[in-house]
């Protein structure tokens, strides 16, 4: 039976489905608007916990899963969200044991999952320029990350600008503003044959990168496609079945290419 241990992570669910991510220390206190949870009433107990707060609020301890991990964790740069880091793994159709290549780490979110993709056999090796990202997208994976899975990543604080040190890659992912500034810097290290995919957040970029692959890089790279992804939830309350009242809209489009021998 897996229980909860100091140092673990927690995701504390109230009465109003309200979710808390707490990490687990030996006499610590979680303190939120209905009371105080004490740690000690958390850890050496089994994972679906049900406790009570000092104001008598009933909530569930449970092991977060990483979809709910990374909406709750610490950011500095925006995460993608699960809706679209799900497509991405299967557009770029991560396997277990691939290399591939991440240019814009952000706050961890799809660094995670790619690594449970690739799994100990694999490798990720993700840059990003931005110094603060950087040291909190390592300290948000070091959080989550199993132990065995640590030799399977590499995280730098450098700028794609300034070149790829690494090659061989079956797989590249750049969540960047203007990732068509880098593909000759990708297409150098990645594998005939491998998948690249481009991740953006508006109409005027998907332009711009669409422009320089239909003058320079036609010959060198087929497109798949360009993909979007809407998220609506439904609710039942009662008799009554219908759409929740909020959704999931746009966030991101996702630009698929594979490349040419």
Same mark, same amino acid.
């Given at each position: 039976?897996? +229980?909860?241990?100091?140092? $673990? ?14 990490y @687990? ?5 979680? %303190? ?5 949870v ?9 994972? &679906? =916990?049900?406790? #009570? ?25 925006? !995460? ?5 880091? %799900?497509?991405i ?10 290399? +591939?290549?991440? /240019? ?7 660094? =995670?999952?790619?690594?449970?993709? +690739?799994?100990? /056999? ?11 990202f ?11 990350i199993?132990?065995? =899975? ?22 590249? *992912?750049? $969540? ?6 880098? @593909? ?10 491998? *998948?690249?995919?481009?991740?953006? #957040? #508006? ?7 669409m ?26 309350? &009662?008799? %009554? ?14 630009? !698929? ?5």
């Open positions: 039976m897996s +229980v909860f241990k100091e140092g $673990d992570t927690a995701l504390l669910i109230d009465s109003k489905g309200r979710k808390y991510l707490i @687990l220390k030996k006499d610590a206190i979680f %303190s939120f608007h209905r009371g105080n004490q740690i000690n009433d958390i850890i050496g107990k089994p994972d &679906g =916990l049900k406790i #009570t707060s000092s104001m008598g609020e009933k909530l569930i301890a449970f092991r977060p899963t990483l979809e709910e991990y990374i909406l709750k964790m610490k950011r500095g740069a925006q !995460i993608i969200y699960p809706k679209d880091i %799900s497509r793994l299967t557009l770029l159709d991560v396997f277990p044991g691939a290399k +591939v290549f991440e /240019a814009g780490t952000g706050s961890g979110a799809l660094t =995670l999952y790619l690594l449970r993709a +690739v799994g100990t /056999a694999g490798k990720v090796i993700s840059y990003e320029k931005r110094e603060d950087h040291e909190r997208a390592k300290i948000n994976i070091e959080k989550f199993s132990p065995d =899975l640590k030799d399977a990543l590499i995280l730098k604080n450098k700028d794609l600008s300034e070149g790829i040190d690494e090659i061989d890659f079956d797989r590249a *992912i750049l $969540d960047l503003t203007e990732p068509w500034l880098f @593909l000759d810097k990708v297409l150098a290290v990645l594998k005939p044959g491998g *998948i690249l995919g481009c991740y953006l #957040t #508006t109409v005027l970029q998907i332009y711009s990168l422009e320089e692959f239909e003058k320079n890089y036609s010959d060198t790279l087929y497109k798949i496609g360009i993909f979007e992804l809407l998220e609506r939830k439904w609710e039942k309350e &009662g008799l %009554s079945l219908r759409p929740a009242l909020r959704m999931v809209a746009h966030t991101g489009f996702i630009v !698929i290419f594979r490349k040419l021998s």
